[in-house]
Nanobody, 116 residues
Framework: QVQLVESGGGLVQSGGSLRLSCAASGSIFSINLMRWYRQTPGKERELVAAITSGGNQRYLDSVKGRFTISRDNAANTVYLQMDTLKPEDTAVYYC??????????WGQGIQVTVSS
């Protein structure tokens, strides 16, 4: 069984920064993709950022230049540094790790609220 524990969310003013962390534990030996998604009420979950085991990164257009994803492979941990936050970044953020369709795991979600 694999567990993902997210931390670092909260309330911040517009223009501020937060750093999300997600640590994976359990029966996992290597991780291919590590991703952050977000979701707001009434909307579908959207991919915010992704990073491969080799370090290749991908970002949602609206966060490019403001968010940075990184990972610590030895610790099975993925981070999301969020700078210059905007009210429209307010959402529940979910960590996801993916190796194949049978090994696709989600965190419980963490609230990020950006006040104007």
């Amino acid at each position: 069984q694999v567990q993902l524990v997210e931390s670092g969310g909260g309330l911040v003013q517009s223009g501020g920064s937060l750093r999300l962390s997600c640590a994976a534990s359990g029966s996992i030996f290597s991780i291919n993709l590590m991703r952050w998604y977000r979701q707001t009420p009434g909307k579908e979950r959207e991919l915010v950022a992704a990073i491969t085991s080799g370090g290749n990164q991908r970002y949602l257009d609206s966060v490019k230049g403001r968010f940075t994803i990184s990972r610590d492979n030895a610790a099975n941990t993925v981070y999301l540094q969020m700078d210059t936050l905007k009210p429209e970044d307010t959402a529940v953020y979910y960590c996801n790790i993916f190796n194949d369709p049978l090994r696709n795991y989600w965190g419980q979600g963490i609230q990020v609220t950006v006040s104007s």
